[in-house]
């Protein structure tokens, strides 16, 4: 989140251009007034035009006097009186009561006698003009100057709103791009990052419900495994195919045990049926299997197969220390990669396992030939299962498959 500032940028940046156009403005306005127009009232040009009104000036003047026969008291009643307009002022001078000066200025003929008069330009009207049109010059360099940079942000304003009605019709694919350094810049970066993290968000929980999938179709996966052993087992125990009393207890041991498998399974199904990272399934606090346990389930995994018409047996080559997995995720491992076996492996040629442990490292390899032109449905699930299981305590699957030969190695990592 943005820090507020003491002195906004963009109130600033606003004053900035408002004071340069004042002082352009101003500065347009000291050079009409002190310089344009007193250039033009004293230029060669203002003095012909002066010269040129100074004598229809005088001669206006003759003939109003003579016309209305005015005495020169009259006369001098209009001491400041213009013919035309405001161009020039006149005095004028009785000529007896100055003799010198009378000399330099225009005889103007009265009824009684004569005066002399004088004009000069009237500089304060066309400076006063001039100033009118100085100050409007002014004004209208000030307002080219501010009026364009308040619709620059008028129009920065209007394309974030823009922006924002894309948003929230449901682009959120558009990128907003921002440039600058004030505060609508700031706005736009972070109406972009609201929308990225939006998008992440969504991201997240669309992963989240992905993984719940995963989750819950490899647990209905992992569940037809034991449902499958139990009903081959209550198959059996139907039939009445056992030798003795001895071998329908071991069989009934075996269907409870994959009854209680599943109800496992299904309880872990439903604990994590809410939306949540697949990871939450691991458990953390599971007491690692001993190498012997792993062996005996390893053997019991041999006996199904043995059922199932397979000849597989399970070779140890060294004393087999803990490893670092829970038995219900370790069981889940043997069930699904098992049944791929029961489902694509050669009945017809033998089902090699190997337990090893020499290496510090318990490796658990499993060697079968494919049957020739296995049909089987696949879903897809065992083996990345497996994975996923595997790696949540450290240990790896490493599957290789060449000219009809199916090798599967577990390396298992070694209980601390």
């Keep these: 989140m943005n820090k507020p500032r003491i002195v906004p940028r963009l109130g600033l940046?606003?004053?900035?251009?408002?004071?340069?156009?004042?002082?352009?403005?101003?500065?347009?306005y000291i050079f009409l007034t002190d310089v344009v127009v007193d250039q033009l009232l004293h230029s060669e040009r203002a003095a012909g035009f002066w010269s040129v009104r100074e004598q229809a000036a005088l001669d206006s003047f003759q003939e109003y006097v003579t016309a209305h026969r005015l005495s020169t008291r009259q006369a001098m009643e209009y001491e400041y009186w213009t013919s035309s307009g405001r161009a020039l002022n006149m005095v004028l001078i009785l000529e007896e009561s100055d003799p010198e000066a009378a000399g330099d200025g225009r005889t103007i003929a009265c009824a009684d006698g004569q005066l002399s008069a004088y004009t000069f330009p009237a500089e304060g009207h066309y400076r006063r003009l001039g100033a009118g049109i100085a100050l409007i010059s002014a004004v209208v360099c000030f307002l080219l100057i501010l009026i364009p940079y308040i619709y620059k942000l008028i129009h920065r304003i209007t394309h974030l709103s823009r922006e924002m009605e894309i948003l929230a019709g449901g682009d959120l694919a558009y990128e907003i791009a921002s440039p600058g350094r004030d505060e609508l810049a700031d706005l736009g970066r972070d109406i972009e990052g609201m929308r990225r993290s939006v998008l992440e968000q969504i991201s997240r929980e669309n992963e989240a419900v992905l993984a719940n999938s995963r989750l819950i179709t490899s647990l209905s996966h992992d569940l037809r495994t034991p449902l499958t052993k139990l009903t081959g087992y209550l198959e059996i125990l139907r039939l009445g195919k056992y030798a003795d009393q001895a071998e329908h207890d071991a069989y009934l041991e075996r269907a409870m045990d994959n009854a209680r498998q599943m109800h496992t399974l299904s309880d872990e199904m439903f604990r994590h049926f809410q939306v949540q990272p697949e990871e939450a399934v691991a458990h953390p606090d599971a007491p690692p299997v001993s190498g012997q346990r792993l062996e005996q389930m390893l053997a019991d995994q041999c006996r199904d197969l043995r059922a199932a018409g397979f000849d597989a047996a399970a070779e140890t080559a060294a004393d087999i220390g803990p490893v670092a997995i829970g038995e219900r995720d370790l069981r889940r491992v043997l069930d699904n990669l098992f049944s791929n076996i029961t489902k694509y492996a050669d009945p017809a040629q033998p089902v090699q396992l190997r337990l090893d442990g020499g290496s510090g490292a318990p490796t658990l390899t499993v060697t079968n030939r494919v049957l020739p032109g296995a049909d089987a449905p696949s879903s897809g699930i065992g083996l990345p299962t497996v994975r996923k299981l595997l790696s949540r305590s450290g240990a790896a699957l490493e599957v290789r498959e060449?000219?009809?030969?199916?090798?599967?190695?577990?390396?298992f990592r070694p209980a601390q």
């Excluded at 060449?402 to 390396?411: L, M, N, S, V």
């Design 402 to 411: 060449t000219e009809g030969t199916f090798r599967a190695e577990i390396r």
């Design 13 to 28: 940046k606003f004053t900035l251009v408002a004071v340069a156009a004042l002082a352009l403005a101003l500065g347009v």
